[in-house]
């Protein structure tokens, strides 16, 4: 097997090592990504269910949002704890976890495919995937999954199999979405080690549960005898919706790149998430192009992404969404990526072309993926399906929930974040109080 290192291009070798170039990368999407991170100063939609979620954890009170296991809550709730509560407070965190996957997954595409080039040109190629950027400005859970399963694929293709289980498991206890990448990995262990793949799945399992322990800390605790039926609510809430969401989306719109969402538009700006319109159709060409030439570095990577999409395309969720593709796209990229690597030697220019294409769409959109001041839809909404579906705007308390349960600024902490342990206690017998009264109320009707 050809070694990494002397895969390396002659002409681009003496300027930057792969490491300092990886790094570039990697710090580059921290410093552009931080660009108006704290834009806008209210929750950014679906902020609005896990900044809360991470607020009543953070202050040891109970465990909402059960429509998703523990352990990217419990992160956010760190950093809040941190940092504070101010928006930008939110998203440090997903940023932070969204470099770390960039940084792990590209080493894995470098050492899978045995070529720092193509290491580097994946990782140019996720950075401006646009899908990543976005996931990584706002409070959500996905980011947080990314990272460990970046650190879970760079685990598992240098051959470390039980470190692979156990960053698998802790992606599986931020989102579900991680658990199609955990299952591969243990089929592809299978044939060759069947105790190793039984192994791999019962370190991921027991990283899982150990996530929910922290619950059982709670004042209104979650305890171990809950954990089964809490597991059973996730399984319920997941399908049991009231209403088809307006930017609901399937699979093969997210390939077609078909499915974005304004998360925000009107007099302060616009941010989209959806992927790059450049690098997007390479994938599925990449595919092609990998099956008509039978690439072996490239199988590995093919048949992830078929597999992650095979799982959404039968889950028969109903609610999916564009953020939903972000593991398969960056299995789609590696693809992508061993392609224009194969370009280098004989065809150098026409592979940089392809690489500064996305990078180009990347500044083009700049404007409505960071909020700039007068950005709006029009003008990046001509593409196929790129229309604003639904109005929407600050996620004020009177739209979240009931004045009562705002009672002892338990939801929003960017409003009254408590500054001290006293307030916190205080916090906490406020909130066992209100609950106490609940309980009285219902008992009496």
């Known amino acids: 097997m050809q070694s990494v290192e002397s895969a390396e291009p002659r002409g681009l070798a003496p300027l930057l090592s792969p490491g300092v170039r990886l790094a570039l990368v990697t710090g580059t999407f921290f410093i552009v990504a931080l660009v108006r991170i704290g834009v806008p100063d209210h929750y950014l939609f679906d902020e609005q269910y896990y900044v809360p979620a991470a607020a009543r954890l953070a202050l040891g009170i109970d465990v909402i949002n059960r429509e998703h296991p523990m ?3 419990e992160l956010l709730a760190l950093f809040l704890s941190a940092f504070g509560g101010a928006p930008a407070a939110w998203r440090i965190g997903p940023l932070l976890f969204g470099c770390l996957g960039l940084w792990t997954f590209s080493r894995a595409v470098g050492v899978h495919a045995a070529c720092r080039r193509t290491e580097t040109i994946f990782a140019v190629l996720l950075a401006s995937s646009f899908l990543l950027f976005s996931l990584s400005r706002i409070a959500m859970l996905d980011a947080f999954m990314f990272g460990f399963c970046g650190a879970a694929t760079l685990c598992f293709v240098n051959g470390r ?10 992606a599986t206890a931020c989102k579900w979405s991680a658990a199609p990448l955990l299952a591969l990995f243990c089929l592809s262990v299978l044939p060759r080690s069947p105790l190793r793949a039984v192994g791999m ?6 990283a899982y549960f150990a996530s929910f322990i922290p619950g059982a800390f709670m004042a209104d605790p979650l305890p171990v005898s809950d954990w089964a039926a809490l597991h059973y ?17 399937q699979w093969w719109q997210w390939i077609a790149n078909t499915a974005p969402i304004w998360l925000l538009h009107g007099d302060n700006g616009a941010l989209v998430m959806t992927g790059n319109p450049v690098s997007m159709p390479m994938i599925p060409l990449a595919l092609i ?3 008509y030439v039978r690439e072996r570095r490239a199988l590995a990577p093919a048949a992830a992404f ?11 969720k109903d609610q999916q969404f564009i953020y939903h593709y972000l593991l398969p796209m960056t299995f789609g990229l590696a693809v992508a990526a061993i392609g224009i690597s194969r370009l280098w030697p004989e065809h150098r220019p ?12 990347f500044a083009w959109f700049f404007p409505v993926l960071t909020a700039a001041p007068g950005a709006g839809p029009n003008g990046y909404d001509i593409l196929p399906g790129w229309e604003v579906r639904m109005r929407n705007g600050p996620a004020t308390p009177e739209k979240q929930v009931d004045g009562e349960r705002r009672e002892g600024c338990l939801y929003f902490p ?10 916190r206690d205080a916090a906490r017998t406020k909130f066992l109080e209100l609950r106490a009264r609940q309980e009285a109320a219902k008992a009496e009707r």
């Open 71 to 73: 352990l990217g809550k």
């Open 161 to 170: 199999w039980n470190w692979a289980g156990l960053f698998a498991g802790l």
């Open 201 to 206: 799945g019962i370190i991921a399992l027991l």
């Open 233 to 249: 609510a996730i399984l319920t809430l997941h399908g049991d919706y009231i209403r088809l969401h307006a930017y609901a989306s």
């Open 289 to 291: 192009w990998a099956g």
């Open 306 to 316: 078929a597999g992650l999409i095979a799982f959404w395309a039968m889950s028969g």
């Open 350 to 361: 026409i592979a940089l072309g392809i690489c500064a294409l996305p990078m180009a769409a």
């Open 414 to 423: 960017q409003d009254c974040w408590p500054p001290s342990g006293a307030d």
